[in-house]
């Protein structure tokens, strides 16, 4: 028994003082129980006891182990995470199967879900071709999409702003959203433009659920791009209108203003067609870099940026002093490089009168504008092997509008994070769903601070009861994952003790690993992994399989 905790049930409803009762890895009480007797009593004065959270958006398939290994995600338990939906932004394994029999056989420290990818399914078909499929290679994508659903997969997931993926035509989805339709799936999209082009994207993830009947889910839902900002209204108004038409539509989103993907974004999709020596040829064709070149300023001027200050390196593995670095301090320091190496070169020149003068082009005159050297930075860490980027891309204002609406869920879109690297990863890893309480709930020192210095009081975007349900019992009803997301009896202990006076998120961009405070325990299935701070050697985890009726257990 958990007794004494202040119980938010993930339904909405206000707190309460009072007990819950677990056996057999479910909830079968919850009151003042009077006279019950316990194996094990757990005094929770003073600690909020809630659903285990659970994270919509997740990139952790290339963490599952392979022989016996039960597979951990640290960085999530220490949130108050419990149920893991990976398989996003059209990436995840192929062989859900495999992977869902493997956690059932060794175990892991949270319940996990996944998606079957497009681009995934795409690439294994097709490779990264830029044309449509022929009949027989749309028919084996259908089989492969059919298959994973069997596997116990939830439905489809689409990154359409991600090559293959951003080759792929509406009717080419629709067609394999049609198949996830028939086994009750969803389509969830990482929509094709979040940008200046975000209403059209948005326009074109809407008409796919209307064509094929299937729910749809808009992944990290955002208004990205400085020309953007306090546009957001226009996109949830498109929503609205499709829920009008019949369709449902649902949302997530990370509470912070920076997102995180590939530095390849940056440049046109057509670019990227084929592998890494495709790319570097058309980069070493001066035709082709000029036309690279000539878009990716388009490109950057359609989202409201005059330059690259607001790309900022997180793992660049041939040259990890860039890691944390934005593109323009990059450049400036190649910059301070290059005038070096002409001013040495003008001196040898001088004395010696043999040497020719440096090549005039971007990257080695220094007489070049800043944007120039910027580009022709990010077009040569691309030909070295591209980079891992966090773009500063949102509001502030726009993301709270988001979070403010009762449907909006949370991701934490991040991989299962290590502790010995130098990469410098955007801090959602470890600190999504603590920021939520701490800043849009209680109101961290940061936000207090501003409040008392505008002489403004703190008005929280969340209640309590709001933050939780968005966090628990929301995604488990979108989601289909059947008896999970409440504390009611009946229902899986997947159970988060925290005390909201000192929940925080700890990891910053400049020190993203920081463990968050405020988590005292966490357990899954009814059994504790983690204990202030430390993990116990628990692995109860669950594979949750997609069943056709939503209603059905998940096992």
Not at 462 to 488: N, Q, W
Request: hydrophobic share 40%; net charge positive; proline share 5%.
């Amino acid at each position: 028994m958990i007794v004494n905790g202040t119980v938010v049930d993930g339904s909405g409803d206000s707190a309460r003082v009072t007990n819950v009762a677990v056996s057999g890895g479910k909830i079968v009480a919850v009151g003042r129980l009077w006279g019950a007797e316990a194996a094990q009593t757990i005094d929770a004065t003073g600690l909020v006891v809630a659903p285990g959270f659970i994270d919509v958006h997740t990139h952790v398939e290339a963490s599952f182990p392979s022989g016996t290994n039960p597979f951990r995600a640290p960085n999530f338990v220490r949130q108050g995470v419990t149920t893991l939906i990976t398989g996003n932004c059209g990436s995840s394994s192929l062989h859900l199967g495999e992977v869902f029999d493997q956690i059932g056989r060794n175990g892991s420290t949270v319940n996990v879900a996944s998606f079957v990818g497009h681009n995934s399914v795409r690439k294994e078909v097709m490779d990264r071709a830029r044309r449509a499929p022929t009949p027989a290679e749309q028919h084996r994508m259908d089989s492969l999409v059919a298959q994973a659903m069997k596997d116990g997969a939830l439905g489809l997931s689409t990154g359409l702003a991600y090559v293959p993926g951003a080759y792929a035509s509406s009717d080419e989805v629709v067609a394999l959203a049609r198949v996830v339709a028939r086994d009750s799936g969803m389509y969830v999209s990482h929509i094709r433009n979040e940008a200046a082009e975000g209403m059209a994207a948005l326009r074109e993830a809407l008409a796919i659920g209307l064509a094929a009947h299937v729910p749809v889910h808009i992944s990290h839902f955002k208004a990205s791009g400085k020309g953007q900002w306090g546009r957001v209204g226009e996109r949830l108004t498109l929503l609205d209108s499709a829920r009008s038409a019949g369709l449902t539509v649902s949302i997530d989103q990370y509470p912070y203003t920076a997102s995180s993907t590939s530095l390849d974004l940056m440049l046109p999709d057509w670019a990227l067609e084929g592998d890494g020596g495709a790319r570097r040829a058309r980069l070493a064709d001066p035709a082709m870099r000029a036309r690279i070149v000539a878009d990716m300023k388009d490109k950057l001027a359609a989202n409201g940026w005059s330059d690259y200050a607001f790309a900022r390196v997180v793992a660049y593995p041939p040259d990890t002093s860039f890691n944390g670095l934005t593109v323009a301090q990059i450049a400036r320091r190649r910059l301070t490089q290059i005038r070096s190496s002409e001013n040495a070169t003008t001196a040898r020149r001088d004395t010696t009168r043999r040497l020719k003068p440096l090549p005039d082009t971007p990257v080695q005159r220094a007489t070049s504008s800043a944007l120039e050297t910027q580009i022709e930075t990010i077009l040569a860490m691309i030909a070295r092997g591209g980079a891992q980027m966090i773009y500063f891309d949102m509001s502030e204002a726009d993301m709270e509008a988001v979070m403010r609406l009762p449907g909006t869920m949370f991701g934490t879109d991040s991989s299962v994070r290590s502790d010995n690297t130098t990469a410098k990863p955007h801090p959602r890893g470890l600190g999504t769903f603590p920021r939520v309480i701490s800043r849009y709930v209680v109101g961290r020192p940061d936000v207090l601070a501003t409040a008392v210095a505008t002489h403004l009081p703190f008005t929280p975007v969340l209640t309590l009861s709001e933050a939780v349900r968005k966090m628990s019992a929301l995604p488990a009803e979108t989601f289909g994952l059947a008896e999970r997301g409440r504390i009611a009896p009946g229902y899986w202990a997947d159970l988060v003790l925290f005390d909201r006076t000192t929940i925080q998120d700890e990891a910053t961009y400049d020190a993203p690993l920081r463990r968050p405070a405020g988590i005292h325990m966490v357990f899954v299935n009814g059994r504790m992994v983690l204990h202030n701070g430390t993990f116990t050697s628990e692995v109860p985890g669950k594979a949750l399989r997609h069943r056709t009726n939503r209603s059905s257990d998940m096992r």
